[in-house]
């Protein structure tokens, strides 16, 4: 699925090209990115309709609404610069 959003005569995209065992393909801006597992696991187990639902928020991120999901298209260009880090409060736990 595509999405195209225009915005002074420029046009901005975002599609799923491809999606496998190890990951995503996006393109974003007239760029590939693949998104391992690894990277993005949250989207491992989720529905295909809903990661095929990606979309432009604004002009400087991604996002996919079902999944309720955003990146900024800054980590996809330099994946080290943003690890992931899951923030834990006493509510995360049952008890």
């Not at 195209?4 to 005569?9: A, D, L, M, R, V």
């Amino acid at each position: 699925m595509q999405t195209t959003s225009k915005n002074n005569s420029d046009s901005i995209s975002a599609s799923v090209l491809m999606i496998n065992a190890q990951g995503i393909m996006l393109s974003v801006q007239g760029h590939d990115y693949f998104l391992s597992y690894n990277r993005i696991p949250w989207m491992q187990d989720a529905p295909i309709r809903s990661v095929l639902n990606v979309q432009m928020s604004g002009p400087e991120a991604i996002e996919w609404p079902d999944l309720d999901v955003d990146l900024e298209i800054e980590s996809l260009c330099h994946p080290e610069r943003y690890p992931l880090i899951i923030k834990r409060n006493a509510l995360d736990f049952d008890g």
